[in-house]
C-alpha cells in the first residue's frame, strides 16, 4: 500500500540533545511538509519542501532543520535550540503545486515527542 | 502572516443534532481544503472548494465556498458518535503554502 510512515511513533529527548524525526513517503509525490500540533493550535508548519534538494522555512522554523536528499525522504531534526519541544510531530506530503495552488496532503500517524 | 479564523473551537452535540464550522480569511483565497482528524489519529483530507458559490455534499456532509472566497462553512446533518474529532479548514493562496486553521472539535455523546 503507497502510503507515508514516521517512526518513531513515541520519541523521548533529554535536555540539550538532538533528535531526528524520520518521514518516508512512497505516494512519488514532489512535496512534503512538517508540522507540529499543540493542544488547541491547528497545524503550525515547520518546514517544507516543493522538490529534492530544496525546502523553506515555515511559520516556526526556529530550532530545526531538515534535509530533502532523496523524493521520498524529508527528516526532520530537533535541535537543542527548541525550548519547547514536547508536542505531536506530524509529515505530510502531496504532488506539486497546479497552476500555484497546493495539492491535497497526505499526512503520517506521527511522532509524540517528549522532554525527559 | 496571512491567518484563517474558524470557529467555534469546540463543539458538543446530542446525536442527531445538526453541527456546523465556520472558516474566515482576510483575503481572497484561490481554493481552500478541509480535513477531519479523528481522536488519536492523523488528519484526513474531505474535499477541496474551488469555485465561488460552490456546495459539494458528502452524505450528511455539506460543504460550501463564499461567493467572495473569503469564507466556508462545514454543516453536518444529524450527527452520529462516529463524526467525532477536529475539523480543519485549509485556505489556499497562489505561491503560498496551505495555512490550516485552528480547527473546530466536535464531539458526540449519544
Known amino acids: 500500500d503507497g502510503g507515508i510512515t514516521q517512526s518513531p511513533k513515541y520519541l523521548f529527548r533529554k535536555e540539550g540533545q538532538n533528535v531526528t524525526l524520520s518521514c518516508e513517503q512512497n505516494?512519488?509525490?514532489?512535496?512534503m511538509y512538517w508540522y507540529r500540533q499543540d493542544p488547541g493550535q491547528g497545524l503550525r508548519l515547520i518546514y517544507y519542501s516543493q522538490i529534492v534538494n530544496d525546502f523553506q522555512k515555515g511559520d516556526i522554523a526556529e530550532g530545526y532543520s531538515v534535509s530533502r536528499e532523496k523524493k521520498e525522504s524529508f527528516p526532520l531534526t530537533v535541535t537543542s535550540a527548541q525550548k519547547n519541544p514536547t508536542a505531536f510531530y506530524l509529515c505530510a506530503s502531496s504532488i506539486g503545486r497546479i497552476g500555484g495552488d497546493n495539492q491535497p496532503q497526505h499526512f503520517g500517524d506521527g511522532t509524540r515527542l517528549s522532554i525527559l | 502572516g496571512q491567518q484563517v479564523m474558524q470557529i467555534p473551537q469546540y463543539q458538543h452535540v446530542q446525536e442527531g443534532e445538526d453541527f456546523t464550522t465556520y472558516c474566515n480569511s482576510s483575503t481572497t483565497l484561490s481554493n481552500i481544503q478541509w480535513y477531519k482528524q479523528r481522536p488519536g489519529g492523523h488528519p484526513v483530507f474531505l474535499i477541496q472548494?474551488?469555485?465561488?458559490?460552490e456546495v459539494k455534499k458528502q452524505k450528511r456532509l455539506t460543504f460550501q465556498f463564499g461567493e467572495a472566497k473569503k469564507n466556508s462553512s462545514l454543516h453536518i446533518t444529524a450527527t452520529q458518535t462516529t463524526d467525532v474529532g477536529t475539523y480543519f479548514c485549509a485556505a489556499n493562496q497562489a505561491g503560498t503554502a496551505l495555512i490550516f486553521g485552528k480547527g473546530t472539535t466536535l464531539s458526540v455523546s449519544s
Open positions: 472548494l474551488v469555485k465561488s458559490g
Open positions: 505516494l512519488n509525490h514532489d512535496a
